[in-house]
Nanobody, 126 residues
Framework: EVQLVESGGGLVQPGGSLRLSCAAS????????MNWVRQTPGMGLEWVSG????????YYADFVKGRSTISRDNAKMTLYLQMHNLRTEDTAKYFC???????????????????WGKGTLVTISS
């Protein structure tokens, strides 16, 4: 069974840091581009970051660029998002999502995902 399981969320003060992880199983992880997407009641779904199947190319939404680093370990079948200088507006449930790799980069797309995790909640509050 295909699974994407996010972890690492929690309560963090503004300006703090957090590392999210997404453990994959049940599919050929190394053949999928991976994405982080977040959901808030007000904004709905927002694409956050993407990384190609081999991990050589990374992409970021403007609101996290410079504050976040996406990475992956294909041997461990795990995706990561390291975040720092967190803001209250970063509060959201963060999902990882997989899309079979194509010639198009995983940059900014919410649609066409093959698999979704259930999300991990990040709360930024003092």
């Amino acid at each position: 069974e295909v699974q994407l399981v996010e972890s690492g969320g929690g309560l963090v003060q503004p300006g703090g840091s957090l590392r999210l992880s997404c453990a994959a199983s049940g599919f050929t992880f190394s053949r999928y581009d991976m994405n982080w997407v977040r959901q808030t009641p007000g904004m709905g779904l927002e694409w956050v970051s993407g990384i190609n199947s081999g991990g050589s190319s990374t992409y970021y939404a403007d609101f996290v660029k410079g504050r976040s680093t996406i990475s992956r370990d294909n041997a461990k079948m795990t995706l990561y998002l390291q975040m720092h200088n967190l803001r209250t507006e970063d509060t959201a449930k963060y999902f990882c999502a997989a899309r079979l790799t194509t010639s198009c980069p995983p940059a900014g797309y919410l649609y066409g995902m093959d698999y979704w995790g259930k999300g991990t909640l990040v709360t930024i509050s003092s």
